[in-house]
């Protein structure tokens, strides 16, 4: 079946590092790459999503990068602050629906 | 527009017990979604639904039902209770098209005793 998986399970980094969240996908019909971030007791959050017509996209210190062709996608993230400490999630759209199959989460840990 | 509902917010069975999660949004989406979420295994989803009338399972459906009646509500029925089910879950709902933001729900915790 579909799957993701996501690199690494926990990342800590000094503030104002730079961080980097990798994942991989196996359904090549999968058009629709979103991230999410989760703090403790919240829900899910879409932080910055991308298609598959697109390589790389940026919001202010986030950005996604795609490979298509080695079904790679991901999340970088610049000048990291405190607030920035909380998991990741990865997600690709299975074929082309709505539903997602997402990675296990990345712990991101910002030391001031 | 309070987006995604869920109640109840916590809950705790005995092994058995049967319950019902409820779900509703008032975005008019068609499609609407339940995960769950264990410790280090991301969001798995359970079950969905593309339209009123229409649902269909995903990768964990085991021992979890669904209806769609109304385009608002999604609820998911627990039939008999197990240790296993003890869980987070996430309802979730977006327009329908691919690619389209999905949004989730405050999450239900669910303790099974």
């Known amino acids: 079946g579909e799957n993701v998986e996501q690199h690494p399970s926990t990342l800590s980094v000094q503030e104002g590092d730079s961080a980097v969240i990798k994942c991989t996908y196996s359904?090549?019909?999968?058009?629709?790459f979103p991230w999410y971030k989760q703090e403790l007791g919240k829900r899910p959050q879409l932080i910055i999503d991308?298609?598959?017509?697109?390589g790389e996209k940026k919001d202010q210190r986030i950005a996604v990068t795609l490979n298509k062709t080695a079904k790679h996608f991901s999340l970088h993230i610049t000048e990291t602050q405190p607030e920035d400490s909380a998991v990741y999630f990865c997600?690709?759209?299975?074929?082309?629906?709505?539903?997602?199959?997402f990675g296990t989460g990345t712990r991101l840990q910002v030391f001031p | 527009n309070a987006g995604v509902t869920q109640t109840p917010k916590f809950q705790v069975l005995k092994t058995g017990q049967s319950m019902t999660l409820q779900c509703a949004q008032d975005?008019?989406?068609?499609?609407m979604s339940w995960y769950r979420q264990d410790p280090g295994m991301g969001l798995r989803l359970i079950h969905y639904s593309v339209g009123a009338g229409i649902t269909d399972q995903g990768e964990v459906p085991n021992g979890y039902n669904v209806s769609r009646s109304t385009t608002e509500d999604f609820p998911l029925r627990l039939l008999s209770a197990a240790p296993s089910q003890t869980s987070v879950y996430f309802c979730?709902?977006?327009?329908?098209?691919?690619?389209?933001?999905?949004?989730f729900g405050e999450g239900s915790w669910l303790t099974v005793v």
């Open positions: 359904d090549s019909a999968s058009n629709y």
């Open positions: 997600a690709a759209s299975i074929k082309h629906t709505d539903k997602l199959i």
């Open positions: 979730a709902s977006s327009t329908g098209s691919s690619g389209n933001t999905i949004y």
């Open positions: 991308i298609r598959s017509n697109v």
């Open positions: 975005m008019n989406h068609e499609y």
